[in-house]
C-alpha cells in the first residue's frame, strides 16, 4: 500500500458536530436533494487559500468545538473561522493562519471563545469519496460525509489526507481582513416577488424591530424570535426554496433558510438574505441579536460578484 494511501488524521473525540464539508452539491433540488456546504462559506474559503487548494477543496466544518484529531501523517494545515482555543500537543494556536503537524500531533477543539464554526483545511483537501459530485455532509438527505450517509465524524474515524516532505512557510491572514464575529448581526435583505403581500406596518416592523437568534436554529434555518410578524393569508402551492430566502409562518417568527434546507415549501416570503450576511450569521450562537436592513439588487449583485470573483467561485 502506498504512503498516500495511508496518511491521514484519526479521530479521537468527534466534538459537538463536526462534518465534511465543500462547497456542496448544486443541480439535484428537482430531485428534492439540498446544497449542503459549509455554513460560513467566506471562513472556509479563507482556509483553502491559506494553502493555495482549489476552492471548495473538502475541509472540516468544527460546530461548538470539541474535536480532537491525531496526526497519522506530516502535512501543512489552516483554521479559521471562529477562535475555538484550538492546541496542538497542548500549545494554544490562532486562528486565520496555515502551520505545520507531524505524525503523532494530537490537534484539541475546545469550546468557542469567538464565534460558532471554524474551518480546518489540509494541504491538498481531505480525500473523501463523492455522492452526486460532493463530500458534503447533509443528514437530512443521508448523503455525502466520511461514510457517504450523511452522519458526522465519529470517534476512530480515519480521514485520508496527503503527506508532504517537507514544510512550508505558514501563512496569516493580516488581521484587517478578520470577519468580527462578536455582537449583534445585521441581515440585509433583497424584497421577493412577494414582498407586497405583507402589509405596510408588517414591513416596518421587520426593519425597526430587534430579533433574537433562536436556540432552535440549525443548518436548516436561522429561526429569530421576536414580537410576531403579520404572515399574509394566502393559500400559497409549494415552490422551491432558494438558499438564504426568509419565510414568515404562522406564528410571525422568520425563518432564515440556510444550507441543509428543505427543497420545497409553502410560507409566504419577505424575500433573501445577502449570502456574505447569512456566513456572519452562521458563526453566532443563539441569543445573539439580529436585525434586518433593505439592500437593493444591484449593490448586493456588486458585493457577491466581488466575494465570488476573489475567490475563484
Not at 472556509?44 to 468545538?65: F, K, M, V
Not at 402551492?237 to 417568527?253: K, L, M, T
Request: with cysteine; charged share 20%; aromatic share 8%.
Amino acid at each position: 500500500m502506498s504512503r498516500e494511501a495511508i496518511t491521514g488524521f484519526r479521530v479521537v473525540k468527534p466534538g459537538f458536530f463536526s462534518l465534511l464539508q465543500d462547497a456542496g452539491r448544486s443541480g439535484y433540488e428537482h430531485l428534492g436533494v439540498t446544497s449542503g456546504g459549509a455554513m460560513d462559506e467566506m471562513a472556509a474559503s479563507w482556509a483553502n487559500r491559506l494553502l493555495d487548494n482549489p476552492a471548495g477543496s473538502t475541509l472540516i466544518e468544527i460546530t461548538a468545538g470539541g474535536l480532537e484529531l491525531e496526526a497519522r501523517t506530516q502535512t501543512m494545515l489552516s483554521v479559521t473561522g471562529g477562535d475555538l482555543n484550538l492546541t496542538i500537543n497542548d500549545e494554544p494556536q490562532a486562528p486565520w493562519r496555515s502551520f505545520w503537524v507531524s505524525t503523532g500531533d494530537r490537534l484539541r477543539f475546545a469550546r468557542p471563545r469567538i464565534g460558532f464554526r471554524a474551518y480546518l483545511a489540509v494541504q491538498g483537501g481531505f480525500q473523501v469519496p463523492a455522492s452526486l459530485g460532493s463530500a458534503a455532509t447533509v443528514k437530512r438527505d443521508a448523503l455525502g460525509g466520511l461514510h457517504q450517509d450523511g452522519s458526522a465524524l465519529r470517534e476512530d474515524d480515519f480521514i485520508a489526507a496527503g503527506f508532504l516532505p517537507e514544510e512550508q512557510l505558514p501563512r496569516q491572514l493580516p488581521e484587517r481582513f478578520m470577519p468580527d464575529y462578536t455582537g449583534p448581526v445585521t441581515l440585509n435583505i433583497i424584497p421577493g416577488y412577494q414582498q407586497n403581500e405583507f402589509s405596510k406596518e408588517a414591513w416596518r416592523q421587520v426593519l425597526k424591530q430587534p430579533f433574537e437568534l433562536d436556540t432552535r436554529s440549525d443548518r436548516m434555518g436561522a429561526r429569530l424570535l421576536g414580537d410576531a410578524i403579520a404572515s399574509p393569508d394566502l393559500a400559497m402551492f409549494s415552490e422551491g426554496i432558494s438558499y438564504a430566502s426568509v419565510q414568515v409562518p404562522p406564528d410571525g417568527q422568520p425563518i432564515v433558510m440556510l444550507n441543509d434546507r428543505q427543497t420545497l415549501g409553502g410560507y409566504p416570503k419577505l424575500g433573501n438574505i445577502l449570502p456574505l450576511d447569512c456566513y456572519a450569521l452562521a458563526q453566532r450562537q443563539p441569543g445573539t441579536e439580529v436585525r434586518f436592513a433593505h439592500i437593493g439588487l444591484m449593490t448586493a449583485q456588486q458585493q457577491m460578484r466581488r466575494y465570488l470573483r476573489f475567490f475563484g467561485l
